[in-house]
Structures are given as C-alpha cells and as structure tokens.
C-alpha cells in the first residue's frame, strides 16, 4: 500500500470573496452552512495525532499538510499559531502550505508573522488581468477583488516576504486571452504557476465543452 504523504486540511468553511464558479458556495450542496465555521484546535490535535500514527506506521520521515477553506486565513493569527504547532509536534517533519485569496494578509498583518514562524508556503489564487480576475472573483459587495490580490501578491513577492511566496493559482477562463493573462501573472514574478480547470460535472459541463 502507498502511504499518504499530504494531508489537506479545511480549517474554516467560510470565504470573504463571492466567487461566481465556487464549487463550495455556489454549488447545489448548500450544506456548509451548517458547519462550524473553524477547526477547533480538539479536532486539530486528533487529527495531528491521526497523522503522526499513520508517518509512525509507514516509516515516514516527512508529511505535507496543505490549509485550505473557505478561506483559511479567516481563522486569525492566533488560531493559525496554535494550530500550525499542534500539527508541527505529529512526529516526522512537516511542510506547510496554505492557499489563499490573499486579502487577510493586509488586513491581519500578524498573519505574515505566523506565516513565517512556522515556514507555511502560501499560494495566491490570481485570474490574470484585472477584467478577467474581476469577472469571476469579486468581494460580496459585488466589487472587483483585482487590485486588493495583486497587492496582497506584491506583499508576498517583497524582499522581506519573498520565501514565503509558493506561486499563483489562476482558474482557466475561456472568455481571457491566454497570452494577457499568462502576461498578466508573469508581472508579478512568481516562482510557480498553477492553472485550474474549473469545477463541472456531466450535468454542468466545464464552459466550452459539447
């Protein structure tokens, strides 16, 4: 049997941007409504110790845990703290990723300091251009959320923050020009691009598809 080597862990079930393709939110399982809005840390350590078992029963000497949401920066610095080391003591060494929109990264500066305190790698999820980004990913107000991300990714490209930066995550939109918006990404130089297809299934088709 080939072991689990990551582990994806949805620490809050709720989001501050309205994204128009979220498979969460805007999908017919309305469900998460229901949920807790955070991981408590109860769940955390059964869960850190869950995955300390399973690296002790393999041999494994390193595990990938990836925080995930809704938004997961949503949890505060001081949760994320907490949490970060209950899931660093599970036994072999931890790499830490999270993926965010980036928004709570101005508006909790604290969070940057955790961030690098326990060396979490953080992902963006950038749309390319400003029109394409703004198209889908917009604030619950209905505005655009363009120019809040990109400078929440200026942030993390810095020199002060640059080690945290672990790239961009953009949805594949047929509607953009694929040259601008790989443009669009290149500008802000970052050290890996991801692009994700967005979610269908046979009764809803991905855009484009007969």
């Not at 965010?100 to 500066?109: A, F, I, K, Q």
């Not at 809040?148 to 953009?170: I, Y």
Request: net charge neutral; hydrophobic share 40%.
């Amino acid at each position: 049997m080939v072991p689990f080597r990551q582990f994806l862990l949805k620490i809050h079930s709720r989001c501050n941007l309205a994204c128009d393709y979220c498979y969460v939110y805007e999908g017919a399982d309305q469900s998460w409504r229901g949920r807790p809005r955070r991981m408590e840390l109860v769940t955390v350590r059964r869960t850190a110790r869950r995955i300390g078992e399973h690296a002790a029963e393999h041999g494994l000497d390193e595990v990938s845990v990836v925080l995930h949401g809704g938004e997961p920066l949503l949890v505060g610095a001081d949760h994320l703290d907490a949490l970060l080391g209950e899931l660093a003591a599970v036994g072999p060494r931890v790499r830490f990723t999270v993926q965010t929109n980036g928004l709570r990264l101005l508006d909790e500066p604290a969070l940057l300091d955790v961030l690098h305190r326990h060396r979490v790698a953080v992902g963006v999820s950038l749309d390319g251009t400003r029109a394409a980004h703004d198209r889908h990913r917009r604030l619950p107000s209905g505005a655009g959320s363009w120019a809040r991300t990109a400078e929440a990714v200026r942030l993390l490209g810095s020199d002060r923050h640059r080690e945290l930066f672990a790239g961009l995550l953009c949805v594949v939109d047929l509607a953009s020009d694929p040259v601008a918006t790989y443009e669009a990404l290149l500008e802000f130089a970052p050290p890996r691009l991801d692009l994700l297809l967005p979610h269908a299934t046979w009764l809803e088709p991905p855009p484009g598809a007969r």
